[in-house]
């Protein structure tokens, strides 16, 4: 059985790369593999996955740069990426989500976790493409089903973890949502990262929204919210 949902996974260790097809096909994806960055390029052209595994030790061109490539395209820009990774600091994985992994999974790692992993990732990108209808508010529409965020109609670019950050956000209503919950929302509840994760995107998101950045407001101690900003009291 089959689920129809194709899996690229990009690996330059062959028997790790075929535990993993093993394990993929078992669960009913249709599984391919690329040794390299360039190999996994290639692949993504001719036939867009609907998930990446990724290295991010590749032999040639990075994992990071093969990330850069896939989200500077917009046909691939909204493929969701789990980096597998044996650096397991803080600091890496803020840089693997600051690039647009959708997750990141150190190694030695359980298939299980992976696997599940995976299926949550596919699940966030159906959910997404279901909530299809552009969000506006103020300076600042949101295009699910373009994966597109325009200032003033100004289209702007930003990682795939931002876009989700933002879109969670802009959905709340004007509530405030706290960190836990947005890293439930965007990057799901079994993935373990330190609320400064969530800062991170946010700090990144106001420079790249110039006049939508002051929407993005920091409750002190509780979170996140988009709303309206308040003029300030002393003009």
């Not at 691939?76 to 989500?97: H, N, R, Y």
């Not at 696997?115 to 959910?127: D, K």
């Not at 969000?135 to 994966?147: K, S």
Request: with cysteine; hydrophobic share 40%; proline share 5%.
């Amino acid at each position: 059985m089959t689920t129809g949902k194709s899996i690229l996974v990009v690996e330059d260790e062959t028997d790790l790369a075929d535990l993993l097809r093993f394990n993929l096909t078992k669960e009913g994806y249709v599984c391919r593999c690329a040794a390299d960055g360039n190999a996994a390029l290639a692949e993504v052209r001719r036939e867009a996955p609907n998930l990446m595994i990724l290295d991010r030790m590749l032999p040639g061109m990075s994992g990071e740069q093969v990330i850069e490539q896939v989200r500077r395209n917009p046909q691939t820009a909204a493929i969701p990426i789990l980096m597998l990774t044996a650096k397991a600091e803080e600091s890496d994985q803020l840089v693997g989500f600051a690039l647009g992994a959708s997750d990141y999974i150190t190694k030695p790692f359980s298939m299980k976790v992976l696997l599940a992993r995976v299926a949550a990732a596919l699940r966030r990108e159906e959910s997404s493409a279901v909530q299809g209808r552009p969000l506006t508010m103020g300076p600042v529409t949101l295009d699910p089903e373009r994966y597109q965020v325009s200032i003033n109609k100004t289209t702007m670019t930003l990682t795939m973890t931002e876009f989700r950050i933002l879109k969670t956000l802009m959905s709340a209503g004007g509530r405030v949502l706290d960190r836990s919950r947005l890293i439930d929302a965007v990057l799901g509840p079994m993935v373990a990262v330190t609320d400064r994760t969530i800062d991170v995107h946010i700090a990144s998101l106001r420079k790249k929204l110039g006049a939508g950045a002051e929407w993005i407001q920091t409750v002190r101690g509780v979170g996140y919210t988009f709303r309206e900003p308040q003029p300030s009291a002393d003009h």
